[in-house]
């Protein structure tokens, strides 16, 4: 089993910044991938970011330099530093580890981008 708590989601202004965090804890060791989703109302989820045990990323096209998905293994954390932010940005974002048999999730935090 592995947990994971994300922090970091709030409210900011178009333009602004935000970073997320989420911590793993559990059987890290199995794990081989962590990433970022996110949920708008009405819409499904969608892959944000990945990254993989060594550090090889991937992003969707909508955030492609704007944001920076980083891990700190030694934490077991992975960051989503969000840059630029558009109303469109606005969702439920989720962490997400993956291991060769399951996939796990946290909870959710909400990212509101809104003047």
């Known amino acids: 089993q592995v947990q994971l708590v994300e922090s970091g989601g709030g409210l900011v202004q178009p333009g602004g910044s935000l970073r997320l965090s989420c911590a793993a804890s559990g059987s890290i060791f199995s794990i081989n991938r962590m990433g970022w989703y996110r949920q708008a109302p009405g819409k499904q989820r969608e892959l944000v970011a990945t990254?993989?045990?060594?550090?090889?990323?991937n992003y969707a096209e909508s955030v492609k330099g704007r944001f920076t998905i980083s891990s700190a293994n030694a934490k077991n954390t992975v960051y989503l530093q969000m840059a630029s932010l558009k109303p469109e940005d606005t969702a439920v974002y989720y962490c997400?580890?993956?291991?060769?048999?399951?996939?796990?999730w946290g909870q959710g935090t909400q990212v509101t981008v809104s003047s």
């Open positions: 990254i993989t045990r060594i550090g090889t990323t």
């Open positions: 997400n580890a993956m291991n060769t048999v399951y996939a796990y």
